[in-house]
Each structure stands twice: as structure tokens, then as C-alpha cells.
């Protein structure tokens, strides 16, 4: 019997977590207390778990509608503004990584042609950065992890300045852009400080919903 | 799914309308038990406290948590108690004036 309950009770912390405290906390005490007057009314264990199963599609439902109604409660500019960060954010760091991969690709087709060796500093470093970003964009794909995710990745925009330092020597569209468009230096700064900012204005904007999920 | 009429009550609603006015007031399981279905038995979890959830939303019901010291007295969790509503009342009324218009035409042809 104290199986069942635990499992019922472990079902309706999954489906309430995430929504506002007063109301999750609610549901779990009423299913509680019933959970108690059915067992000592003598329910089998196979009847409680038969309501709670039974009511799972209820209880989805119910959990969308209080998200939905938690959601509205955010002013529309504060909704506007995260989603139009969540975008940025997005877009920021695919492109990082994608950068990344492209760079360490291109070094490896050199490295197997047999013109560079294979672990230069530069390269490496490159290396590292593409692997923090990745690891940014995993912390990223999880609510309860994005704004450390936004936070981690603030700093990776460094790959950019690796990344081009790497390509001059293999690109010969990197070296000729870096040679001969003079704003090119001031513009690869200029990226990296936008991105780092959108990040870290995501991470600060992130932390107080990653509190009111709790 | 399709949407709901503003105003109208499902079958389990007017169930719960109908037991609560029985007594001044009711919570979940003892609910569950009072309206349970021979065949399906209990109302499961999800869609009783839903509905609860919903018709205290609409202001049919309205919820207190009883006094610690009573369900501490009984050695049992707090109930969540209900009761319902003027608004319950006239809700419930308004669904049942379709129902008795039935009754009557069918009583009338017969």
C-alpha cells in the first residue's frame, strides 16, 4: 500500500512542479490527505492506483491550464522582451558553436593533408571554446539551467578572435577580409562584446523565473 | 477539444453541485465516495480535483482548509473543504431547467 501512495505522491510532485508554490503545494496536501481517507477506508492498492491513473490525462491538463494562467500573469513587455532574448540567445550561440565546428574542421582537413600540426595552441584553444559552448547550449535547452547556461556562455564569445586567429593562416577569405577591410579588427570586438552582453542580459533576465519556478 | 460554452457545466460538475448542497460542507474523497459510479467506481484523482479546481476558479465553490487542530484531534491530513456557492446554486438551477423542459415534453407526448 505505502508503494502506491509514494508513487501517487511522486506522480503529483512531477505534475505540479514548475507551478506557482501556493498552488502546487494545495494539490499535493488535498491528494494527500485523500490518498489517507482512502487508505484507511480501506482502498486497495490497486483502486488508488487505478484513480491516479486514470486522472493522468486530467492532471496534464490541469498542470497546462495553471502554467498557461501562470504565464498570463507576466506583463506583455516582460514576455515580449524574453522572447525576443530567447531568439538572440538562441541564435548567438548556434552560430558560436557552428563556428567552432566549422574552424576545428577545417583544421583537421589540414592537419590530415599534412600541413599543420595538429595540436597548435591556437587550435586547441579553439577546441576547449567549442566544447564550452556546446556544454552552454545543453545547460540552455532546460528551463530550470538557462540562465547558468547564458552565464557560462558569456565569455565563450572568445571563440570568435580564436576562431578567426586560426582561419587567417587556412582561409584565404579571413585573410583577405582581415587584410584589406579595415573596420574588420573593430568589428570582430564588437561582436564578441554583443554577444557577451546578450548572453549575460539573458542570464540576468532567466534567474528570478528559474526562482518563481521553484 | 472543443471549448466549453461559457456557463455550462459537465455532467460530473452538476454531480458535485448537487451532493455539495447536501451538506453544508464536503471535501475530496468523501465526494469521490458520494458520487462514486458502480461500474467505474471512485472518480480518479485528476479529473475530481481538476473539476474542483475549475468550479472553485468560476466562484461555484468556494475552499478553506479546515482547522489543523481538528484533523490533528482525528490523527489524519488537513481536508480541503468546500462548499458551494450562491453562484453554484444558480448555475446548478440554470442546468437543470433544460432537463425538467425535457421531462415534461416527453410526459406531455406520452
Known sequence: MSRVIRWVEAWARYYTRELSPTVAVDRRAELASDLFEHAAAEGTPAAILSRAIRGIPADLAWRHEERRAVRRLVPMERRVVGGLIGWMVGIAASSLLAFGIFSIAITIQFVVRGEIRPFSATAVTVLCLTIAVGCGVVLLLRRRTRALGALWLAPTSLLIHFGLSDLYSKSQTVARLSSEFLGWGIMSVLTMVAISLVFLAAAVLWVPARKDAR | ?110
Open chain 2, 1 to 110: 477539444m472543443p471549448r466549453r460554452k461559457a456557463g455550462a457545466i459537465l455532467p460530473l460538475e452538476v454531480s458535485i453541485l448537487e451532493h455539495g448542497l447536501q451538506s453544508e460542507t464536503f471535501y475530496g474523497f468523501g465526494l469521490a465516495r458520494a458520487i462514486a459510479d458502480s461500474d467505474s467506481g471512485l472518480t480518479a484523482h485528476g479529473t475530481l480535483y481538476k473539476a474542483l479546481s475549475r468550479m472553485t476558479a468560476a466562484g461555484l465553490l468556494a475552499a478553506e482548509w479546515e482547522a489543523p487542530e481538528l484533523a490533528e484531534a482525528e490523527g489524519r491530513p488537513r481536508r480541503r473543504l468546500y462548499r458551494v456557492t450562491g453562484e453554484g446554486q444558480r448555475t446548478l438551477a440554470t442546468s437543470q431547467v433544460p432537463q425538467r423542459i425535457a421531462v415534461s415534453t416527453s410526459v406531455s407526448l406520452a
